[in-house]
């Protein structure tokens, strides 16, 4: 897709166009965009959102699932968990696991016992 194509798509989504938005989200996750999903995630599209937790739980962004995370996407806490447990970031999993995260604090246990 051209850069005026993504422009003109753009406009359109931001006169409130969902088909725009739609094309717009299909096309910042072939690409990997996550500055595009993240910006339609924060404006509010489920879809969006789904999609960028889907990503950076692919390319091992803790940053962004920890943002996610944090802002209450209950999708993206369980993803966080997951990617702390692969890599074994036990900070992560402790920081989750002290605001009440039960399966960080299974996680950090199967950790320690492995």
Known sequence: MTEPELSLLRE?????????VDELIAHAVDIGDLKELRRW????????ADELVQLAGETGDIGELRRLSDGGDATATDELVQLAGELGDVGELRRLAASGNTDAADMLLELADG
């Open 41 to 48: 995630a924060d404006r509010g599209f489920a879809d969006a």
């Open 12 to 20: 359109r989504a931001d006169a409130g166009d969902r088909d725009a």
